[in-house]
Structure formats: structure tokens, C-alpha cells
């Protein structure tokens, strides 16, 4: 196949993922004004619902606009030659393979960060701040954004470093190492994400002694999960929005609680939350994510060697010489057929696992509370009640609330 064909090809995968995107989206906005029903009635009192409702119009409008203006900046940069352009800079500066490859992708990947922080910068100062969510100040905007530029460098580029490396000394057979490199990795961040990354950008604290550590951990005696860190994150720097979640394994588990959730929640709803992650966990959910994210990666990472060092990939993003850079990018670009499909499975499999914990806690706690806290959540967060069943499906990694309230209660 000739390069200007697969440019075409290219474009045109670009074009109809953002029209599927566009279609979806605009659907899910259609159905903002539908009834509710009556099991949501009492979710949001009236003048809070017509909150909710401009709160998803403004974003919806917001993420068009955005999605509009991303897809114009990627077609001109494709019809600029503007990965040639990127190319030309790195094997200007050096010729060693590992080098070019991280300057090229540190140029894509910052530049892509500065276009679009403006747009960040409206989201949470604008619009989050209209409505009552944020609470970070622009110097942790800046600082967050600086934070994650070093963090980008240091993993990021050291795990493309090591792939370009393997690349270099083992041919198309140097997805084996990358695939065990990604996995040992995964592994790793499963295991100490909370404890090496999370300070970086938030304070933990262990869960003062009182009552709700007290119910909390008569709660995991009485289902066999021995568990010594209870941590509490200052969510509320950042946002008013609450969250939990459950990370590690063995001795490193760990349970989070945002201190937004401690302060939106009595304590049997949150012991209803920490119940639901228990459940996960007892279900196994997180080693089964863990196995199955890493057999897509090694998938993913064999296909890539079929074509990271084709001539005709490289030659229709406009460059001569085959590289493994140039490579990545076209082959991500041809992936993204693949990627939906897996997102859309693996969003299906979440959501069954979201339904198991649930019901985990409801046959070791209460649903009830479980109910309460959910429709909090909700409530404090504006979420849509009402999604389309095409976005949801398509999108949505947890069912519907209203799904989730009806399966608790049956």
C-alpha cells in the first residue's frame, strides 16, 4: 500500500472516531431534560436539579468546543508535515535513536500540554469555580502541571528509553521485553502508586482514632480483611468533588478516603463505600484489571512489532527513514479501531465488576446506606442522571445510578 493511501487511511480513522465521539455526545445532551425517575426524585432538590442541568449544558457546549478545536490542530499538523517538522529537530540535535525518540515525543507531548492548558485553565477556574467545585489555587494549577512534566520525563521517558533500547539490540522480537518491562511496571504502581506518586501532589493522613475508624475496622474483623492503613487525602484543595478508592496488595493495601467524602457522608455510608471497595477486592476485580491489562498490553505491543519499522508508515507521516518513533505514532493512529473495542469491553467487564461490589455490600453491611451515599455523591458532584443508554454504554466504566440503586434494592 502507498504512504498517500495509509495518510488517508490515518485521517480518516481520526475524522470518524471524532464523529462517533461528536454523535454520542450530542445524543447524551438530548436526553439532559429527561424525566427523572422516581427513584432519583429525591436526589436533588428543585433549584439544584436546574443547577445539575446548566452544569451539564455548560460542559457539553465546553467539550464540543474543545473536541472541535483539537481535531483541527491534529489535521493541520498531519497536512503540515508537522511530525517531518518534530523529526527534523531531534535527529538535528542528535543521532543516537533513544535520544531522537525522547526529544520528539517530549516535543508532541509538551507542546499538545501548553495548546491545551489555556483550555484546563477555563475548565477549572471558569467553570468549576461557577459552580462551586474548585477549590485549587492557580499556583497548584502550575505546580501540578510542572509536576507532571518531571514525572512525564523521569517514568515515562525512562520506560520509552528502555522500549527504543530493546528495540535497538532485538529487532521486531523486542516486544517480549517491553511487554515484561510494562508489566513489572503495572505491577509496581499497583503495589506503592499511593504511597511514591500520590504525595507528590496530595497530604495523607492516617485515619484519626474516633468512631468512624472504629466502625471501619469492626467492619473489615467481620469479613476477614485485615487492613492497618486507612488513609485521608486533602481532595478538598483541588475540588469539593468526593472520592474513595482501594489500592495495593498484601501488606501495602491501603483504603483512601477523600476528606471531601468524610464531610459529605455520615459514618454508615462511608462504611458503605469502604464496604464496596472491600468487595472489589474480595472479588478479586483488581487482579483480574491487573492480568487483563497486561495480556491487552502484550497484545498490543506484538502487533506493534509487525509494523514499527514499516517504510510506508514512516514515509506517510512524511519521513524517508524508517524509525521507531515515526512508527509508534501511525501504528497508535491504526490501533484505534482495536483500542474502542477494548475500551468498550473492558468498560462492560466494569461495570459487572461495580454490580458485584455492590452487592458484596450489601450482603455484608447494608444496601441502604450504600443507596444514601450514592445519591450524595451524585448530588454534590451535579452528575447526570439521566445518560443516554448509547453514551452510557459506550462510555460509562460504572452503570447508571439508577441502575445501581435498582439492583441494590432488589
Do not use: C
Not at 166 to 185: N, T
Not at 266 to 286: C, L, P, S
Not at 293 to 298: A, D, F, I
Request: aromatic letters at 14%.
Amino acid at each position: 500500500m502507498n504512504p498517500q493511501t495509509i495518510f488517508y487511511i490515518l485521517i480518516g480513522i481520526i475524522v470518524i472516531n471524532f464523529i462517533i465521539d461528536q454523535v454520542l455526545d450530542n445524543l447524551n445532551a438530548k436526553n439532559f431534560d429527561a424525566p427523572l425517575p422516581d427513584e432519583l426524585k429525591d436526589v436533588y432538590p428543585e433549584d439544584e436539579y436546574r443547577k445539575s442541568m446548566n452544569y451539564k449544558k455548560t460542559n457539553h457546549k465546553f467539550s464540543t468546543i474543545t473536541s472541535i478545536f483539537s481535531i483541527i490542530v491534529t489535521l493541520a499538523f498531519f497536512f503540515l508535515d508537522g511530525f517531518k517538522w518534530v523529526n527534523g529537530i531531534a535527529t538535528g540535535i542528535s543521532d543516537n535513536p533513544i535520544i531522537v525518540g525522547l526529544i520528539f515525543f517530549g516535543i508532541i507531548m509538551i507542546g499538545s500540554d501548553i495548546i491545551n492548558t489555556p483550555f484546563g485553565y477555563y475548565k477549572n477556574f471558569v467553570i468549576e469555580e461557577k459552580f462551586g467545585f474548585n477549590k485549587m489555587t492557580k499556583s497548584t494549577f502550575f505546580l501540578d502541571k510542572i509536576k507532571g512534566w518531571l514525572m512525564m520525563a523521569v517514568i515515562g521517558g525512562g520506560i520509552l528509553a528502555l522500549i527504543i533500547w530493546f528495540y535497538g539490540i532485538a529487532g521486531p522480537g523486542f516486544w517480549l521485553y517491553a511487554w515484561a518491562l510494562v508489566a513489572v511496571f503495572s505491577l509496581l504502581m499497583n503495589m506503592f502508586y499511593a504511597k511514591l506518586i500520590v504525595p507528590l501532589f496530595n497530604k495523607q493522613t492516617p485515619l484519626e482514632e474516633g468512631s468512624l475508624r472504629d466502625k471501619i475496622e469492626a467492619y473489615g474483623n467481620k469479613v476477614g480483611f485485615k487492613l492497618d492503613k486507612i488513609f485521608v487525602i486533602d481532595g478538598s484543595k483541588r475540588s469539593t468533588k468526593a472520592n474513595a478508592y482501594f489500592s495495593g496488595f498484601g501488606s501495602e493495601k491501603r483504603v483512601t478516603l477523600f476528606d471531601t467524602l468524610i464531610n459529605d457522608l455520615d459514618e454508615d455510608e462511608i462504611v458503605a463505600v469502604f464496604a464496596h471497595e472491600v468487595g472489589h477486592y474480595k472479588r478479586k476485580h483488581i487482579i483480574s484489571n491487573l492480568v487483563l491489562s497486561t495480556l491487552l498490553t502484550g497484545f498490543t505491543l506484538w502487533l506493534l512489532s509487525f509494523f514499527v519499522s514499516s517504510p510506508q508508515l514512516s514515509a506517510a507521516l512524511g519521513v524517508d527513514i524508517p524509525t521507531f518513533h515515526i512508527g509508534l505514532i501511525a501504528f497508535g493512529i491504526l490501533y484505534t479501531p482495536i483500542s474502542e473495542i477494548t475500551s468498550l469491553l473492558m468498560n462492560i467487564l466494569s461495570r459487572k465488576f461495580e454490580y458485584q461490589a455492590d452487592n458484596y455490600a450489601k450482603e455484608t453491611f447494608a444496601a441502604e446506606p450504600l443507596v444514601t451515599s450514592l445519591k450524595k455523591l451524585s448530588k454534590n458532584s451535579l452528575s447526570n442522571l439521566t445518560p443516554h443508554p448509547a453514551y452510557e454504554f459506550y462510555h460509562y466504566s460504572h452503570p447508571a445510578l439508577i441502575k445501581r440503586i435498582r439492583n441494590l434494592r432488589s
